[in-house]
């Protein structure tokens, strides 16, 4: 693979720690999901990521396809459950408004972003992924 970027962050003290991106200067405190104290959790930062790669992914997806489309929002809802056996894993629901495509056309460019979407790649097999496709 040819590298076209790579970042990285420290975290110190978990979830109710803090966590760095020296690169861009953004340090953020945390607190965990639910908890009293004020902070993200690694659940909202990876929604928010998530969210920017896929919508990209569409717009790629579009403009591959020569599609017209008017634009686009994408939202990611992240679940953070507890199995059966004890362990943790994620949840995850992708809700994208597509404008100015008919909606058979908008669920294919949806479904190709999910291909090609780094995130969407890396969570394939992992963790369930549910799509969302609404038109304006």
Do not use: W
């Not at 970027?5 to 991106?21: F, M």
């Not at 909202?44 to 969210?51: E, P, R």
């Not at 004890?86 to 992708?94: K, Q, S």
């Amino acid at each position: 693979m040819k590298m076209i970027y790579r970042t990285k962050a420290s975290a110190d003290g978990g979830r109710a720690g803090k966590v760095v991106n020296e690169e861009a200067g953004l340090a953020l405190d945390l607190s965990p999901p639910g908890g009293a104290a004020k902070g993200n959790n690694p659940e909202q930062l990876f929604a928010m990521g998530y969210a920017a790669c896929f919508d990209s992914a569409l717009k790629l997806s579009a403009k591959l396809a020569k599609a017209d489309m008017k634009g686009s929002r994408t939202t990611v809802d992240v679940g953070l459950g507890q199995e059966e056996g004890g362990g943790y894993a994620l949840d995850v629901e992708i809700s994208v408004t597509v404008r100015g495509l008919p909606e058979a056309e908008a669920r294919r460019l949806v479904a190709q972003a999910h291909e090609v979407c780094p995130y969407s790649k890396a969570l394939r097999g992992n963790v369930a992924v549910r799509l969302n496709v609404n038109v304006e």
